[in-house]
């Protein structure tokens, strides 16, 4: 099989001609419909600190990924050939914040060969149902950007009808968690400096569209998820949520972040930091998406066009999820 593989700090991925795995005991293979692209595998590729959690060299990356089972080892009884299904790419890894191995130990992409190839071997433990209505991309989208920000969004941030909830940076996972409060009854402020992406924030029945978190200073947010992490976002969102109201902290643009912590204190705010989620917030993403009534904003790319893809996610070209179908 073909296979898109790192093999070391700085250089493009190569192509590799592998044997197709065979399952072994609760294991199961799949047939790669749709991998997803991400800056996390951008910073796997170029950034020392990104290389380091890799658990082998050369590796497969790719941790968002939907297919169809074609295999399954012994023991495993809830998935046959012919399933459709997407990979939670943390849930080996036991929910966030629960001990257990660290994620890039058994993560996809990480800690074993990921998506980035024709056939994918993973755990059957990790494998959420795709619905028939949805596309196997979608399926494949929901996986990492879909769960991480819905996981932030209700999850960690509580998000319940009737909030007035922001969400600051509209990218990948910006622009799903925007949709998803709507859905779900909330009235969602975006703050986003790109104005080209401001009829797209529209569009997703959000009330209102801002170029900055700063303007939101005093007006009593209940909930604001910060995707973004600029470090000046961060400082944005604790002015502008209400007394004990909350701030998700999602995105790392930066390292560290000033902020007033006698605003923090004297406002009693909740920030809280969130990563990944769960398979169980993939399958509500799925009953969302099957309707249509949340369709990220996707680009489709093909399978050789993977590695040209993730320097045009290096580069800040590409708006919302780039998907790989195969």
């Known amino acids: 099989m073909k296979?898109?593989?790192?093999?070391?700090?700085?250089?493009?991925?190569?192509?590799?001609?592998?044997?197709?795995?065979?399952?072994?005991?609760?294991?199961?293979?799949?047939?790669?419909?749709?991998?997803g692209l991400c800056q996390?595998?951008?910073?796997?590729?170029?950034?020392a600190h990104g290389a380091a959690i890799l658990v082998k060299t050369p590796i497969t990356l790719g941790h968002e990924i939907a297919g169809t089972v074609r295999a399954v080892g012994d023991g495993v009884t809830e998935w046959k050939t012919g399933d459709r299904v997407g990979v939670c790419p943390t849930a080996s890894a036991g929910t966030p914040g629960s001990e257990g191995p660290a994620a890039n130990e058994v993560s996809p992409g990480y800690g074993h060969d990921g998506g980035f190839a024709e056939y994918y071997l993973g755990s059957a433990n990790d494998l959420v149902r795709i619905p028939d209505e949805l596309d196997i991309a979608d399926g494949a989208v929901a996986t990492d950007a879909g769960m991480t920000s819905y996981h932030a969004l209700v999850v960690r941030g509580g998000l319940k009808a009737g909030m007035k909830a922001g969400i600051i940076g509209l990218g990948g996972l910006g622009q799903i968690a925007a949709r998803v409060g709507v859905l779900l009854g909330a009235e969602v402020h975006v703050a986003e400096p790109k104005e080209s992406a401001w009829d797209m924030a529209r569009s997703l029945g959000v009330t209102e569209v801002v170029a900055d978190a700063t303007e939101w200073a005093g007006r009593g947010f209940d909930l604001i998820v910060d995707y973004a992490g600029f470090g000046s976002t961060t400082d944005a969102a604790i002015k502008a949520v209400r007394f004990d109201g909350t701030v998700v902290q999602v995105g790392l643009a930066q390292r560290q972040a000033t902020v007033d912590t006698t605003i923090m204190v004297v406002s009693h705010v909740n920030y809280l930091g969130s990563i990944g989620g769960t398979k169980e917030d993939i399958a509500a993403l799925y009953q969302?998406?099957?309707?249509?009534?949340?369709?990220?904003?996707?680009?489709?790319?093909?399978?050789?066009?993977?590695?040209?893809g993730l320097e045009d996610l290096r580069a800040g070209k590409v708006a919302g999820r780039l998907v790989a179908r195969l």
């Not at 996390?40 to 950034?47: A, L, N, P």
């Not at 009534?293 to 996707?298: S, V």
């Open 3 to 35: 296979a898109w593989q790192f093999t070391g700090t700085g250089r493009p991925l190569q192509l590799a001609d592998l044997e197709i795995p065979q399952p072994g005991p609760g294991k199961v293979l799949l047939k790669v419909g749709a991998a």
């Open 40 to 47: 996390s595998d951008v910073r796997s590729m170029y950034d």
């Open 288 to 308: 969302l998406m099957k309707s249509g009534d949340l369709a990220p904003r996707t680009t489709e790319i093909s399978f050789h066009d993977i590695p040209a």
